[in-house]
């Protein structure tokens, strides 16, 4: 019998204000090119997803149902980082910008399962060292302000599922790199961030033990 096949699953977002072109999704649409499935043995899943709280909120938790990949990655803009930007943490509340309905999301604050913060449980800032030493030819950081809108709005929403296998990427808009120089870089973080994720379920397991 053989094994299932593992999955990642790659987000970018679609079109907003000021975005018509969202730099984002054009990194994610390419990494079918680079050769990802055939190098780590996974199946790629990608998918653009709206602007949208709403949809946010209805899909998240589908994609990780359906998938249950053993990494997600989200991949968003932002306009101000000059490379990538590898996120520490996701508020649960704070969201008052309006998404491209118009809408603000339902209220977080009345579910007290959940943490009003979070973030992954592998070392984020370990994670950007090795993604620098591998030379990926753009700059790459940590941060702990993922924005307060849909970015970090999608990144709490996967964290609260897995917060393992959950990661959240800034990318600049295009021009000083290009989408593929981007996505190369996007690939060698999730080349370097898998045996983290195996290094510590194999830690827990011993543990648990």
């Not at 054009?26 to 602007?51: D, F, H, W």
């Not at 990780?64 to 943490?89: A, F, Q, S, T, Y």
Request: charged share 20%.
């Amino acid at each position: 019998m053989s094994m299932k096949e593992e999955t990642v699953v790659v987000t970018g977002f679609g079109p907003f204000t000021g975005h018509e072109v969202n730099s984002s999704w054009e990194c994610v649409k390419l990494l079918p090119t680079l050769n990802i499935e055939s190098e780590l043995g996974v199946k790629l899943v990608i998918k653009q997803i709206p602007v949208s709280y709403e949809y946010i909120d209805d899909n998240v938790p589908a994609l990780w149902k359906e998938h249950n990949p053993i990494l997600m990655v989200h991949v968003g803009v932002n306009e101000v980082v000059d490379g990538l930007v590898l996120e520490l943490k996701a508020h649960k509340t704070g969201y008052d910008v309006t998404d491209i309905d118009g809408k603000l999301p339902s209220p977080r604050q009345t579910d007290s399962s959940t943490p009003d913060i979070i973030g992954p449980l592998y070392d984020v800032c370990q994670l950007k060292n090795e993604v620098v030493e591998s030379d990926v030819g753009v700059p790459v950081h940590v941060s702990c302000n993922a924005g307060r809108y849909l970015c970090e709005y999608i990144y709490y929403a996967s964290l609260i599922i897995n917060p393992l296998c959950t990661i959240f990427i800034h990318v600049p808009v295009l021009g000083t790199f290009t989408a593929m120089q981007l996505a190369t870089a996007i690939k060698t973080v999730i080349y370097l961030l898998i045996p983290h994720i195996n290094e510590y379920v194999k830690n827990n397991a011993i543990l648990d033990q």
